[in-house]
């Protein structure tokens, strides 16, 4: 089957990095996705990977390892507004996306 | 660029109504459209997939016959909850993806604001 797992929920500290993981087995590859959702609203298009390696945009960050069926998001300098869940998705074989559950990031003052 | 809009943003409608939702994209065109539904604190659930000109492909587990999508032309797919039942009350999400990969790439997936829709 296909899989999606990333951590349900983490806590970081404002001004501090995190790195939230996702790993995936799924029927084909055709590229990983992050997305941002806050509370209440639709998600929004952080960053897409589909060759091994990081694709850095401000402070997000996304990585991928396709061998490894691997990726993480980073984020430097967080700010209170970055609380909110975060979605990795895989686009399938057919071109489908499969999602994760999401990893709610709690942020801290 | 890549703007996808949906209205109503929010309804309140009696139980056995029918709510009809809109998505559009407004600069650019999308073959195909998705339709999502989200409950509190849970991911989101595909429903079914937007073809324009063809019939939509529904996700196993959702009614065809209750949850009607038109995708009638490249920048508009609009989903009917017909006869709506309080457990019908979620947040419903639309997606439209890019035709010509001008954008990031032709598989990302651009989301509507969402429509709330409460079932009293």
């Known amino acids: 089957g296909q899989n999606i797992d990333q951590p349900t929920e983490m806590t970081a500290t404002e001004g501090a990095i995190v790195q939230i993981n996702c790993t995936y087995q799924?029927?084909?590859?055709?590229?990983l996705f992050w997305y941002q959702q806050h509370a209440g609203e639709a998600p929004t298009f952080l960053s897409y990977n589909v060759l091994d390696g990081l694709e850095e945009k401000g402070r997000f960050s996304s990585f991928l390892s396709r061998s490894k069926g691997y990726s993480y998001l980073l984020l430097k300098e967080l700010q209170m507004k970055d609380s909110a869940s975060y979605l990795c998705a895989v686009s399938d074989s057919n071109y489908q996306l499969i999602w994760g559950a999401g990893t709610k990031l709690i942020i801290k003052p | 660029g890549a703007v996808v809009s949906q209205h109503p943003s929010r309804v309140i409608c009696k139980s056995g109504t029918s709510v009809k939702i809109e998505c559009r994209s407004l600069d650019f065109q999308a073959t195909t459209m998705f339709w999502y539904r989200q409950f509190p604190k849970q991911s989101l659930m595909l429903m079914a997939t937007?073809?324009?000109?063809?019939?939509?492909?529904?996700e196993q587990g959702v009614e065809k016959d209750k949850f009607l999508i038109n995708h009638a032309s490249l920048t508009l797919s609009t989903l009917t909850v017909t006869s709506a039942h309080p457990e019908d009350s979620s947040f419903y999400i639309c997606?439209?993806?890019?035709?010509?990969?001008?954008?990031?790439?032709?598989?990302?997936?651009?989301f509507g604001p969402g429509t709330r829709l409460t079932v009293l």
């Open positions: 799924t029927s084909g590859f055709n590229g």
């Open positions: 937007s073809n324009e000109g063809s019939k939509a492909t529904y």
């Open positions: 997606s439209a993806r890019d035709l010509d990969g001008r954008k990031i790439s032709t598989d990302t997936q651009y």
